[in-house]
């Protein structure tokens, strides 16, 4: 008799971090910004990192994370990874939701992105290189991640950081 094949081991996180991350937006030629979180864990495979960039409401019409999601690993890669990070091997997500907009944006979705960077500077993908993850993908990812809910985290932040209010109730 063999044994059941052991189920795989949840990834434990080492370092985790969040930001406001701002970056001059490489199509609207203007300042954006988004939430990023920055998760590094260790599991059977040796250590990854993991970088979901969330779309906030307030971001100006047109400076959309996904119409310069290299600009958003750039800026990444310059003001907030650790300098022992090899950008190359980060995985890299969009995440939206109900925090995305002021409109009725429906569930949460996370996009895997899969960039290329020839040189010091990421390019911006093909619509192709981005690959929605299924719902259940997406629950698993965030609770993997410990990602928080966007309006919670950034309500609990305690200073004025010019962050979205909470999407009101009712």
Do not use: K
């Not at 960039?53 to 400076?63: H, I, K, T, V, Y």
């Not at 259940?136 to 010019?162: K, M, Q």
Request: negative net charge; aromatic residues 8%; hydrophobic residues 45%.
């Amino acid at each position: 008799m063999t044994a059941p094949p052991a189920a795989a081991a949840t990834p434990v996180i080492v370092a985790a971090t969040g930001a406001i991350l701002t970056w001059q937006h490489a199509q609207a030629a203007a300042p954006a910004h988004c939430l990023v979180r920055i998760r590094t864990l260790r599991g059977a495979d040796g250590i990854a990192t993991v970088v979901v960039a969330s779309e906030l409401r307030d971001n100006p019409r047109g400076r959309w994370i996904n119409a310069d999601f290299a600009g958003v690993a750039n800026a990444t890669t310059d003001q907030l990874l650790p300098a022992a990070c090899d950008p190359n091997v980060v995985r890299w997500y969009a995440h939206f939701g109900a925090f995305s907009s002021y409109d009725d944006a429906g569930p949460e979705t996370i996009e895997q992105v899969r960039l290329d960077r020839p040189g010091d500077r990421f390019v911006e993908p093909a619509a192709e290189r981005y690959q929605l993850l299924t719902p259940a993908e997406t629950t698993e990812l965030a609770g993997v991640l410990h990602l928080e809910p966007v309006d919670e985290l950034l309500a609990s932040w305690p200073w004025d950081i010019g962050v979205p209010a909470p999407r009101a109730a009712g």
